[in-house]
């Protein structure tokens, strides 16, 4: 085999400005070739385009029906959603409020008086969500397709954010953001099961938790308030059940001391970011309730209000004192 020229080096001081140009010799190039065996011939990569291309939809199909890597349909049958119904029921409300006004403002009363401090209240207890984990755990390939995807999903929100900071043209409303925290939480939460350990999902949920505090800091929250406090309801209950744990082959698997610590500060100063995001809604309706006659429903929504806030993230609060 005849071996290439050794090309010129630059002096110490010399820029090079080209790349070295030229050709090996035939018979330099037919040995480097070390292994013709691994080249596929034309019809195998035909089939190997087509496979992958199958392989692509198959992905497509499994986002677009919310069931993301893997699939995790069983799971979710267990899963209520309460705060998706929230944003259908609104957006319903709102496509029909041109033509029936007083039904719709009916409809904000009855709403008001369902979760009024007054009834039984029933809305804001803390559910044990446990028996919603017994279920069939993901494989070792889902769990990596899952963190692959999660990872993905955040930075997306993340990137989108960004933008919509630095260039108010493509806006990022608040029901969105919370749409697609929700989407990447209950994705999470259906990869946890009581037949298996944990692998990150309590890490997941703290990290989501963090973004939500530097995300909601540029929003005014009176713009979604309904969704905002039905999504930290579903967070609260997921935590603390991951913060009570369940047991799997004796040992217990829950979010472990270290990050017990780190979740504290979290939603200590989530919980006054909300308060104070909020306190100009709730001198609003404390002065309707003192300067109007009619002032049922100001006190309704201010009730609603207070008890709202004194439930966020209580469940959590209560378990890291």
Known sequence: MDSPPTPQHPAADEEVRELPS????????????????????????????ANTENENDDESDASGTNEGPGGFSEAQDHTEYPLSENFNKNENTGSNSKGNGSENDGEKEDEIDEISPHN???????????????????????????????????????????????????????????????????????????????????????????NLEDYLSHYDLAEAQRELFGFFRILDQRISTLIDGYTYEGHTEKI??????????????????????????????????????????????????????????????????
């Open 22 to 49: 030229g050709t090996l010799p035939e018979s330099t190039m037919a040995h480097i070739d070390l292994n013709p065996d691994l080249e596929m011939s034309e019809d195998e990569n035909e089939q190997h385009t």
């Open 120 to 210: 039984n209240g029933h809305i804001y207890k803390l559910r044990s969500s446990v028996d919603q984990l017994d279920h069939s755990p993901i494989t070792l390939a889902q769990q990596s397709k899952l963190i692959n995807y999660v990872d993905a999903q955040l930075l997306a929100i993340q990137r989108r954010f960004v933008k919509s900071q630095a260039d108010t043209s493509q806006p990022y409303p608040l029901l969105d953001l919370l749409r697609d925290t929700q989407s990447v939480v209950d994705l999470i939460w259906c990869s946890v099961s009581t037949r298996s350990k944990l692998f990150g999902q309590p890490e997941y949920m703290v990290s989501l938790l963090g």
């Open 256 to 321: 472990s001391q270290t990050l017990l610590v780190r979740l504290a500060p979290i939603v200590s100063r989530v919980r006054f970011l909300v308060v104070t995001k909020l306190g100009s809604t709730r001198e609003r309706l404390a002065r309707e309730v003192v300067e109007s006659t009619d002032n049922e429903k100001a006190r309704a929504e201010l009730d609603r209000l207070e008890l709202e806030v004194g439930n966020l993230l209580e469940g959590v609060l209560e378990r890291l004192e």
